[in-house]
């Protein structure tokens, strides 16, 4: 049975055509998907991430256990509010998600982790977290709303409480706080996102997320759809699981070299194997391609390279580029020409490093 969030009805009245994803009914555009993608580009729009599963973990050892089922150090927050993106890993070095995790206390985590991954990832964290005694929350009760783009910091700030306004203003980046919104909303005010532009994505109350929503449209900010938010992050060189990697694909295959913290003495799931892989060799890598003739790369094609074949992981239209841009998983060591096989016809393409949209603006080489 498709979920629907506590804002699907507010979709539809706006007009949004909606489409399954990943079990959520949820709207893939308002109309123009380009024109959803250049507002979040050059002004401001939002996405309804309520399908995105938000668990607080509290305890003692909350610390030790974070330290032990992710790739990346928790050991980097040590200021309260301050985020962190990681892997969570299997023993094998696979990704069992990607994630984003706050530490708010002492005692007190709160991670953010994929909607169509939701259940194994429960079941995943909660058998890791009995050996701590840390007690796994899940926040059925908390709504998301993502408010992005250039302009979407003001108009956010600009609804909050008076008394919040100047310190939500001077939040970094990769970090979060409680605010009090409209009609006294108590939310939680975060500055990340999955688009590559600055921006907030915001806990509230599900019973307060329809007026928030409203407020924001009311301040400017447009709504937009889950197909513009898939170019945004490409354009921005952000992964998607289930796409540009899951279980059997290690991070070092992914990307996401930057993520691992090899840090001394931590014995995190999934290190062993990531070792081994790096002394061994990783035996594949991911690149960016970009397609400056006419046509359209997308997820399967098959590339092909002096070093044997790879494939397209994500591939889309890049409404910021006016041409077609990719992700693909290629032999390491690839070099010279590379093609990519569209309905039997070898096209050439560029490699090149991600992301290919950085603050707005196609980034150098692209």
Not at 96 to 101: E, S
Request: charge should be negative.
């Amino acid at each position: 049975m498709t979920e629907k969030t506590v804002l699907n009805a507010t979709h539809r009245a706006l007009g949004a055509r909606m489409v399954d994803f990943g079990g959520w009914d949820m709207p893939i555009n308002y109309g123009s998907q380009i024109e959803e993608h250049h507002v979040v580009r050059r002004d401001a729009g939002m996405f309804d991430v309520s399908h995105m599963t938000v668990v607080d973990l509290h305890g003692a050892r909350t610390r030790d256990f974070l330290r032990h089922l992710l790739a990346n150090s928790v050991d980097k927050l040590k200021v309260q509010g301050k985020a962190l993106y990681s892997c969570m890993l299997n023993e094998q070095g696979g990704v069992i998600d990607d994630l984003i995790v706050y530490f708010l206390g002492d005692e007190f985590f709160r991670l953010v982790v994929n909607a169509a991954t939701r259940a194994k990832d429960l079941a995943w964290i909660e058998q890791q977290a009995k050996a701590f005694g840390v007690a796994v929350q899940e926040r059925p009760d908390f709504a998301m709303i993502a408010v992005q783009g250039p302009n979407a910091r003001a108009k956010t700030i600009g609804l909050l409480h008076e008394v919040d306004r100047a310190r939500i203003e001077k939040l970094g980046r990769f970090a979060g706080a409680a605010a009090q919104g409209p009609h006294g909303a108590p939310l939680f005010v975060a500055r990340t996102g999955y688009t590559g532009e600055d921006g907030f994505e915001i806990l509230v109350p599900v019973e307060q997320a329809v007026t928030l929503w409203n407020e924001l449209i009311a301040a400017g900010v447009a709504p937009c759809g889950l197909g513009a938010r898939d170019t945004l992050r490409l354009e921005a060189g952000m992964n998607l699981y289930g796409q540009d990697m899951d279980e059997s694909v290690s991070p070092w295959e992914a990307g996401l070299a930057w993520t691992i913290a090899l840090d001394e003495g931590r014995d995190f799931i999934g290190r062993k194997a990531l070792e081994a892989q790096k002394v061994a060799g990783v035996p594949r890598t991911m690149v960016g391609l970009v397609l400056d003739d006419k046509g359209v790369l997308r997820h399967g094609q098959k590339v092909l390279t002096d070093r044997g074949d790879g494939e397209i992981l994500s591939g889309s239209f890049a409404p910021t580029l006016n041409k077609a841009v990719a992700f693909a998983r290629i032999p390491s060591g690839a070099s010279g020409d590379v093609r990519v096989d569209i309905r039997g016809r070898e096209v050439p393409v560029r490699v090149v490093k991600f992301p290919f949209v950085r603050d707005g603006k196609p980034c150098e080489g692209i």
